[in-house]
């Protein structure tokens, strides 16, 4: 080491405390603006794309695995499937003639009782990309961004209910924030009895909790939860999760209710993103906010 | 190795940017492959240890501000905030800078020992910044710190090894 330090020895530049000073200060800068504004976004964009690109080569080893093992499929085993999805079929098709008479008939009530009907939402294919490398977050990246209309805030859903939301959008891949994410919550009812509630995901894989609902709440184990709509962005009645455990001790103010999503929230590789929903119209002004705007003594604080 | 470990730094003191540019990448892609469950809670850190390494060994060619570009790109690939991967990392290669002499008078398994404190202080540096922002602390994550450390030493002669192969193919 001494012939190097000898080379540096009249020119060291600053010290190594005062670099660490100037690279925490730096940090802890950033780490505010990011926090508090949204004016990092363009920075993160560019850099996604070289980070992008060496992502994928250390994806590209699990992915080969991954068609390979599709590729090798035995012929027993299509045959199988092939049988049992005839079977699901056939059985499938007399539910769906019941199905149809249904629908006719609650079009023509809706009707009858002037409600708007409920419309069919447009909704686009995306695939996952990759899934979330840290522990503290439920989060994975799906291959539409916003170059395909993809908006920060649109409902990820599958086949059998809602997955998650979309909280960062890149030009090419979008970021999903899982239901099962500590820090995401969903308006619910239960579908059997329409109480409303909110679900918390619980951070672990297969988990979403029920806070705050009252010891007495008429909750079963097995009552299937639906989004309610309440405030717009989910759209009402989509399938979110099963309760699979209630526990209702008298000392707490709340009953402490374990749910399990019933979408495939960490299986799936195709996933559907809901593009279109209705806008509701917005929240009117309470009293207060009425006086504070016309009382002259205030006159900056215009909504 | 305590005997020999003055001598060989002499012989490899020429390892070229290239070099330790690739076993940086080679560090990210580690770090970047899809881990899941328990094996992402108790991945090693191969970026940090790998920062650790240059920063001991050559301390005035990687320091705290290569650190700090490093810990930028880990941040826009976690989708963490920027500067939380960035922080982390500038003060394990400052830990890194101001030990280099005494780390290297140790052998590998007293490095070992040196070494885990700076690991466990940069991961909790993240975690606190996750704390401070989210409310919640993640306890698991320590203990993949445990396992970097334990990784150090393979990785020390590992890389000594290739720094030793690569001086000897340049003199010939």
């Known amino acids: 080491m001494e012939h190097t ?47 992008n690109a060496l992502q994928s080569l250390a994806t590209f080893p699990s992915k080969l695995w991954h068609e390979a093992g599709e590729y090798l499929i035995t012929q027993t085993r299509l045959v199988q499937d092939n049988e049992q999805l005839r079977l699901n079929s056939t059985e499938q098709a007399a539910q769906l003639q019941q199905l149809q008479v249904l629908q006719a008939e609650v ?10 009907q409920r419309a069919e939402y447009p909704m686009q294919l995306a695939e996952i990309i990759f899934v979330e490398r840290d522990i503290f977050k439920r989060k994975l990246f799906l291959n539409k961004g916003s170059s395909a209309n993809v908006l920060a805030g649109q409902i990820v859903i599958d086949e059998t209910g809602v997955v998650g939301q979309i909280t960062r959008v890149y030009p090419w891949v979008s970021e999903v924030t899982l239901i099962t994410d500590k ?45 309610s709509g309440l405030d717009g962005t989910y759209p009402p009645g989509l399938p ?64 | ?22 076993s940086m990448l080679i560090a990210l892609l580690l770090n970047w492959l899809p881990w899941q469950g328990w094996g992402l809670a108790l991945r090693p850190d191969f970026v940090a240890l790998i920062l650790l390494y240059w920063c001991t060994h050559k301390p005035y060619r990687v320091g705290i501000g290569i650190a700090w570009m490093v810990g930028i790109l880990a941040d826009v690939a976690d989708a963490s905030l920027f500067g939380q991967h960035a922080l982390a990392y500038s003060v394990l290669a400052f830990g890194g800078v101001v030990l280099h002499r005494r780390v290297q008078m140790f052998d590998l398994r ?8 700076l690991l466990l202080l940069s991961q909790a540096i993240y975690a606190t910044v996750h704390w401070q922002l989210s ?38």
């Open chain 1, 5 to 51: 330090r000898s080379f540096r020895f009249f020119n060291r530049g600053p010290s190594e405390a005062a670099r660490l000073v100037f690279f925490a200060l730096l940090s802890l800068l950033l780490l505010f603006v990011d926090a508090r504004f949204k004016y990092l976004e363009y920075a993160r964009n560019i850099l996604f794309i070289p980070v």
């Open chain 1, 183 to 227: 820090d995401h919550t969903v308006p619910v009812q239960v579908l059997r009895n329409g109480l409303r509630a909110i679900a918390f995901g619980s951070g672990g894989a297969g988990e979403i909790t029920l806070r705050y609902t009252p010891v007495n709440a008429e909750i079963e184990v097995g009552d299937v939860l639906v989004t």
């Open chain 2, 135 to 172: 409310g919640h602390m993640v306890w698991e994550y320590f203990i993949s710190s445990i396992f970097s450390a334990a990784l150090w030493a393979p990785l020390t002669l590992m890389l000594q090894s290739l720094r030793h192969l690569r001086n000897h193919s340049g003199q010939l």
């Open chain 2, 110 to 117: 007293q490095q070992t020992l040196q070494v885990f404190p």
């Open chain 2, 1 to 22: 190795m305590s005997e020999s470990a003055p001598r060989n730094q002499e012989f490899l003191s020429a390892s070229s940017g290239s070099f330790i540019v690739g």
């Open chain 1, 107 to 116: 079009g023509h009530l809706r009707s009858l009782l002037a409600v708007q």
């Open chain 1, 240 to 303: 979110v999760a099963r309760v699979t455990q209630v526990e209702r001790n008298p000392a707490y103010p709340f009953a402490r209710i374990a749910c399990t999503p019933l979408a495939g929230v960490d299986k799936n590789r195709q996933l559907l993103i809901l593009t279109g929903l209705p806008k509701l119209p917005t929240r009117p002004e309470t009293e207060v906010e009425k006086v504070v705007r016309k009382s002259p003594k205030f006159p900056h604080k215009t909504p």
